[in-house]
Nanobody, 117 residues
Framework: QLQFVESGGGLVQPGGSLRLSCAAS????????MSWYRQAPGKKRELVAE?????????NYADSMKGRFAISRDNDKNMVYLQMNSLKPEDTAVYYC?????????WGQGTQVTVSS
């Protein structure tokens, strides 16, 4: 059974950093692109970052995260990470791990990130 377990969220002050982790299981992790999404209260879920599969991975970021966030993966450990720097109050949201194995998308349970002084 496919499963994601996110961790690493918490309360951080503006300008601070957090590293989110997502442990994947139940599928051949290295064969699939992985993404992080987030959902703030009262807002739609939005893409944060994505990373392709394969040896020559490439990444893509939402404009507001470019230069501050970095997605990475470790195929040996079935892990995907999101390093978040220079955090802002508007980054407060629940962050979700996601992959799509056609025709179905799979979500983790999410980890709360709160940026506040």
């Amino acid at each position: 059974q496919l499963q994601f377990v996110e961790s690493g969220g918490g309360l951080v002050q503006p300008g601070g950093s957090l590293r989110l982790s997502c442990a994947a299981s139940g599928f051949t992790f290295s064969r699939y692109a992985m993404s992080w999404y987030r959902q703030a209260p009262g807002k739609k879920r939005e893409l944060v970052a994505e990373i392709t599969r394969g040896a020559g991975v490439s990444t893509n970021y939402a404009d507001s995260m470019k230069g501050r966030f970095a997605i990475s993966r470790d195929n040996d450990k079935n892990m995907v990470y999101l390093q978040m720097n220079s955090l802002k109050p508007e980054d407060t949201a629940v962050y979700y791990c996601y992959t799509r194995i056609e025709p179905t998308g799979y979500w983790g349970q999410g980890t709360q990130v709160t940026v506040s002084s």
